[in-house]
Nanobody, 125 residues
């Protein structure tokens, strides 16, 4: 069983930066793909970014490419999402997720097996 705990959400102004963190525990997660999703009020949950833990390769949604950076810290067992140049449309609950299949480029929420509880990000204009 993999346990994911997010932190770092908050209220910021447009143009600010925010760093989310996901603490990961459990067996064999180092072979997983770790992803970030978000869900805005009244909208479906959407893919934001993901990283293949073993090699560090990453992929992003077009809406955040060039502004957000996903990374992992092997020593701390954490996955971070650095969010820069935030926009009001980035307002959402952000979720950390883990996919046990290390070889696919997972961007759909049904491809992920484990989820954190979420952390709220609000970007004011």
């Amino acid at each position: 069983q993999v346990l994911l705990v997010e932190s770092g959400g908050g209220l910021v102004q447009a143009g600010d930066s925010l760093r989310l963190s996901c603490a990961v525990s459990g067996p064999t997660f180092s072979s997983y793909v770790m992803g970030w999703f978000r869900q805005a009020p009244g909208k479906e949950r959407e893919f934001v970014a993901a990283i293949r833990w073993s090699v560090g390769s990453a992929w992003y949604a077009d809406s955040v490419k060039g502004r957000f950076i996903i990374s992992r810290d092997n020593a701390k067992n954490t996955v971070a999402l650095q969010m820069n140049s935030l926009k009001p449309e980035d307002t959402a609950v952000y979720y950390c997720a883990a996919d046990r299949s290390p070889l696919r480029v997972a961007v759909q929420d049904h491809e992920y097996d484990y989820w954190g509880q979420g952390t709220q990000v609000i970007v004011s204009s």
